[in-house]
């Protein structure tokens, strides 16, 4: 089946500092493919998102690339922020399932 | 008006107690999700109910009853719960469900329950 792997947290970072976090997928077919974003005590929330092979998401300075070649969705922030800690969801959706199957989450967490 | 909300924020409830959550939006979107969410892990799909049917049930013990009474709104009763149960419980919306392109799913806060 399908399947999101992304890398384990805790990340800690300096505010400005440049962040990646790595997503791996396994699918068949053509995944559309998605960051969510989750505040401490929210709900997840949208951050970007690729419905095809090389195109960029990208969102309040955020950026990820789909690439097919690697079956990769790694988010990238050139400086982040305190406001940037929350933990981050890589997810992918299949028209034939569905349903949005998730990556473990990676936590993030920016001091100043 | 983008959001999803849900009530209460907080429950905690025994093993022998009978409690509703409730979620309610009022974008004009016809499908409606339920998801378990455990600590440090992500979301878990439970039911998706599309025009006020119930299109999924993702293997749920039956103490988790859901109800959509109308499209704006989508209970979940819970009955009989064990203490495994105690988690953040996320409530959703999209347009539609079961398209080729996917709808964006708006998420609620989420009522985070504690099983004593």
């Known amino acids: 089946g399908d399947s999101v792997t992304q890398m384990e947290g805790p990340v800690t970072l300096s505010e400005e500092a440049f962040l990646t976090i790595n997503c791996t997928y396994t699918?068949?077919?053509?995944?559309?493919l998605f960051w969510y974003v989750q505040y401490p005590g929210e709900g997840l929330q949208l951050l970007l998102k690729?419905?095809?092979?090389?195109d960029k998401g990208s969102n309040k300075g955020f950026e990820a690339t789909y690439r097919k070649e690697t079956t990769s969705f790694h988010l990238e922030k050139g400086s982040v922020q305190v406001s940037d800690s929350a933990v981050y969801f890589c997810?992918?959706?299949?028209?034939?399932?569905?349903?949005?199957?998730f990556g473990g989450g990676t936590r993030v967490l920016v001091k100043p | 008006d983008t959001e999803v909300t849900q009530t209460p924020k907080h429950l905690v409830m025994g093993m022998t107690n009978k409690k509703s959550l409730k979620c309610e939006q009022h974008?004009?979107?016809?499908?409606m999700y339920w998801y378990k969410q455990k600590a440090k892990k992500p979301p878990e799909l439970m039911f998706v109910?599309?025009?006020?049917?119930?299109?999924i049930n993702e293997s749920v013990p039956s103490r988790f009853s859901p109800e959509c009474p109308n499209s704006s709104l989508l209970n979940l009763h819970l009955h009989a719960l064990q203490p495994e149960d105690s988690a953040l419980y996320l409530c959703?919306?999209?347009?539609?469900?079961?398209?080729?392109?996917?709808?964006?799913?708006?998420f609620g806060p989420g009522t985070r329950l504690t099983v004593l």
């Open positions: 959703a919306s999209s347009q539609e469900y079961g398209l080729d392109n996917y709808n964006e799913q708006f």
């Open positions: 699918a068949t077919g053509y995944p559309s």
């Open positions: 690729a419905t095809k092979a090389d």
């Open positions: 997810a992918l959706y299949q028209a034939a399932g569905n349903k949005l199957t």
């Open positions: 974008m004009g979107h016809r499908a």
């Open positions: 109910y599309s025009y006020e049917k119930l299109s």
